[in-house]
Each structure stands twice: as C-alpha cells, then as structure tokens.
C-alpha cells in the first residue's frame, strides 16, 4: 500500500496497516499500482500542460523556434509516462522500474530556460538616463522579423509583428493585452449615464483590416462601453481605436479615442495595466508610491518590480500617474469638456516587454509538478521516499 499524499510506502502485515494519523488530517491508502497510474498522469499532464504554454508563447511572439528544445524534451516526457501508464497492466518489474527511474532525468531545467528579453530589460534598467526615445525605439527594431500578422473574429483582435502580441478583447474592465499585460479602460459617464459609476469596454463594432501589406497591417474599429453598476450598454459614449504595426519594429502604434454621441460633458478616461515600477529617463527605476502624481515623460518602461520582471514599454502616451499603488495612463488632461462628436485622447505606442520564464510563475509550478510526480513514482519502485525540495 501507498499513501498517496507523499508516496510513502506502507507495510501491510496479516492484511493489517498500522501508521500514526494526527488530529485532523485525512490520508488516502491505495496499491502500488494505482498510486504509480495517479503519478505518472500528473507528469504527462503537467507536462502537457506546460508544452501548450509555451507554444502559446512562441506563437504571440512570433518565434516558431523559441524554447524549442524545452518544448521538445516536455513532448518527450508525456510520450514517456503515458506509455508508462498503459504498460502498468503488465509486469513492473526491473525494465518498467529503470524506465521510471530515468524519466526524470530527460526533464528541462528551469535554469536553462531561453532568457527572452533579459538583454533589452538589463539595457532599459541600468541605461535608462541615458536611453532617449531614439534610443529605446532603435532597441525595439528587429530588421530580420517575419511579416505581421492579423487575425480578427467576433469581438476579438489579434496583432503581432517583430515578437510583439496585441490582442483588443473586451471583458468586463478589460479592453486588451500586450504581451502578456492586461490592460483596463475606465471612462467617467455622462450626467445622463451617472448611475453607471464607470463605463467599461463592452464589443467590438465594424472592426476592418484597413491596411494589409507584406510590412505593415492597420485595423480599425469601434468599442461599445456598458455601466459598471447598471451592466446597460450606453447610448451617449463609444470609443474608437485604429491599431498599426509595422515589420521592423515591435511598437504598436494604437490610437484610442473616447467619443461623446450626446450632450456635451466633461469626460475623464484613463487606462491601467496594473504595474507598480516603472523606469524612465528623468526618474530612473522607482515605485509607484515614490513617484509622481501625474507627469509627461517621452518614454516610461513599466515592469512588475525593482529587477523589472517583464512589463510593457511606452514611447508615446498622453500622461503617466500614479493611484493606490500602481501606475495609470491618464489623458493629457484630467478632465476635458466633449462637446457632441468630440473625442478625448488616451492614444499610446506601446510594445511588450516579455517576462522571463525563469519568472514565469505558471510555467515554474507545471516544471516543479512534473520532477515531484517523477521523483515520487521513482521512489515507490527503489522502495525509498525521494526528499523533495
């Protein structure tokens, strides 16, 4: 018998099996052989879990050979413990045990993860006061990048080019991701609209590829908002956006207006993508509780914390500010009177910075969860616990 939480072997005498259960806590005993069928899914799975991750990756990046070799060892993993599971029907004897005891060993090791965008991130961190906007756009150019790319369904855009993903998606606050940054849109309603609260984005309308060419696609569209509090879609603003990218570069140039369809109203809007660090040519690398109000800057890198860990890079933006310990796009004025057909402006050019998979959270605990299930299934066949650390 096993006991499933840690896989340690339990001595079975007469039929009989005696351990010490503490206080409330349970323990699952099951036999050899369903302990090792329950271990060896959870690494094919998790190895699988992990390959589809970093193909969605390579795929927003636009790199069809990133973490290549990675991804190959993971799709060697599953092949591996899923015939091990069909092969737990026969003998699991000596051949069975060495191959367990070995599929640990073919696993990718975190340490060795492709390094992504650590260079561009180092440059960003330690040069910032030097770097001036010609500078930070000469480090987003890829001269050898594939043609963009652009896929647009219901209610959804997808924009990439030179190893940089927009996708225009709107769910409740949500309006669209760079990398892998979400980024929320929040507009102050009309009087008419007051008991909305906020008005968030809703649908994409009359969405069209206005330009599609070998170096440069553009898409163009309308976003209908709906109330925070009422969940109605409203009839007095809509926002409006064209995104553009071109081959050699990874700014995505995205112009995004707000526009008043009724009686005229002082609007305020503003997006946020939740970061709270930011580097800049003025301030260098602070946080959001240490930096200013609200200013303008000629580019600002906004990263998750003080050694960067992946973020989005901005060279053009209206204003950045700073509420509750994150940082915001404002527009250049807090508050501007729209008269009837008048927009307010929160347009950006704006590329992601990719977090390093050495960081990658997600990708780390799937990583982790396959060595444990390895070792463990590894260990019932020596008849030894594995410490795993």
Known sequence: MVELYDGCPIEVKRGEVKFNLPPQSGRILVPLRAALDNFLREVAGQATASRIYLEEVAFKRGEEKFAHSVRSQLESVERKASRLVKALRGDIGGRFSRQVCEMHLNLPEPAKLPAGDEKIEHRLLTSALELTKEGVEALMRFPRAPRPRCEVSPNR????????????????????????????????????????????????????????????????????????????????????????????????????????????????????????????????????????????????????????????????????????????????????????????????????????????????????????YAKLASGLLTQSRLQWR
């Open 157 to 372: 855009v997808e924009i990439s080019s030179a190893g940089s993903w927009l996708c225009i998606s709107p769910e409740r606050a949500l309006l669209f991701t760079v990398g892998d940054v979400p980024m929320e849109l929040w507009v102050a309603p009309p009087p008419e609209e007051a008991e909305a609260h906020w008005l968030h984005p809703l649908q994409l309308k009359e969405v069209r590829v206005s330009v599609r060419e070998s170096d440069r696609v553009q898409v163009k569209g309308k976003i209908m908002l709906f109330g925070r509090n009422t969940r109605v879609e409203s009839k007095h603003v809509h926002a409006e956006f064209v995104a553009d990218v071109r081959r050699d570069s990874r700014l995505i140039m995205l112009d995004l207006r707000i526009v008043n369809d009724g009686q005229p109203y002082e609007c305020y809007a503003f997006l946020t993508p939740g970061l709270s660090w930011q580097t800049d040519p003025t301030k260098g690398t602070l946080p959001a509780w240490e930096a200013p109000s609200q200013r303008e800057v000629t580019w600002v890198y906004l990263h998750r914390s003080k050694e960067g860990g992946g973020g989005i890079l901005l060279t053009r933006l209206p204003t950045i500010g700073t509420s509750q310990g994150r940082f915001y796009i404002f527009g250049r004025e807090k508050g501007k009177h729209l008269e009837k057909g008048e927009a307010f402006d929160l347009s950006i050019t704006v590329a992601p910075i990719w977090m390093p998979l050495s960081r990658d959270e997600f990708l780390l605990e799937r990583l982790e969860n396959v060595r444990r």
